[in-house]
T-cell receptor
Framework: QQQVKQSPQSLIVQKGGISIINCAYE??????FPWYQQFPGKGPALLIAIRPDVSEKKEGRFTISFNKSAKQFSLHIMDSQPGDSATYFC???????????FGEGTQLTVNP | GAGVSQSPSNKVTEKGKDVELRCDPISGHTALYWYRQSLGQGLEFLIYFQGNSAPDKSGLPSDRFSAERTGGSVSTLTIQRTQQEDSAVYLC??????????????FGEGSRLTVL
């Protein structure tokens, strides 16, 4: 867990605003960078993921930005909606590895 | 069902008792993972199965924890002589092929364990 640090721990955004969650990692062998979304009482579900051959990936309102030199990647949620209220986890991994290393999570609340 | 199924969804036990948690992965998924999530915390890796073998069990916190998988399908996580610090949600996930990064992990809803 110490290899991956997420920030902020919690985030409150107004509906329509932009939510930004950051993830810093130490292991330079990581080469797969997913974000998982978890609603209360449910297991996490894959939201979006990126490989290091690109610096940005966009899927609808969700964008991953990747900065290899800084060993950081971030999740941007545009036009945030109350339904986006959940806990978000970054979970970088080695492409040849067997596990995801989860961050401690960011609890996002989007106020209507 | 179409998703990962875990049972029981809730388990309350007394300190010192043994518990078994069950996971039914998605049909055809060869890889299976167990994670543990304490209240307000991230997910802690426990063990990974590829088929019936466990090439990575380095996350099991003590020898009180064990897991097996039979028929390349159902997995059971056993905790012996439970302690209060074992209280957590135990999450199971499966994926089509080996390697957490080669495909999406599909998680179950978890088994919430409370040790009194």
């Amino acid at each position: 867990q110490q290899q991956v640090k997420q920030s902020p721990q919690s985030l409150i955004v107004q509906k329509g605003g932009i939510s930004i969650i950051n993830c810093a990692y130490e292991n330079t062998a990581f080469d797969y960078f997913p974000w998982y979304q978890q609603f209360p009482g449910k297991g996490p579900a894959l939201l979006i993921a990126i490989r290091p051959d690109v610096s940005e990936k966009k899927e609808g309102r969700f964008t991953i930005s990747f900065n290899k030199s800084a060993k950081q990647f971030s999740l941007h949620i545009m036009d945030s909606q109350p339904g986006d209220s959940a806990t978000y986890f970054c979970a970088p991994a080695r492409y040849s590895g067997s596990r995801l290393t989860f961050g401690e999570g960011t609890q996002l609340t989007v106020n209507p | 069902g179409a998703g990962v199924s875990q049972s029981p969804s809730n388990k309350v036990t007394e300190k010192g008792k043994d518990v078994e948690l069950r996971c039914d992965p998605i049909s055809g998924h060869t890889a299976l993972y167990w994670y543990r999530q304490s209240l307000g915390q991230g997910l802690e890796f426990l063990i990974y199965f590829q088929g019936n073998s466990a090439p990575d069990k380095s996350g099991l916190p003590s020898d009180r924890f064990s897991a097996e998988r039979t028929g390349g399908s159902v997995s059971t996580l056993t905790i012996q002589r439970t302690q209060q610090e074992d209280s957590a949600v135990y999450l199971c996930a499966s994926s089509r092929q080996g390697g957490a990064n080669t495909g999406e992990l599909f998680f179950g809803e978890g088994s919430r364990l409370t040790v009194l």
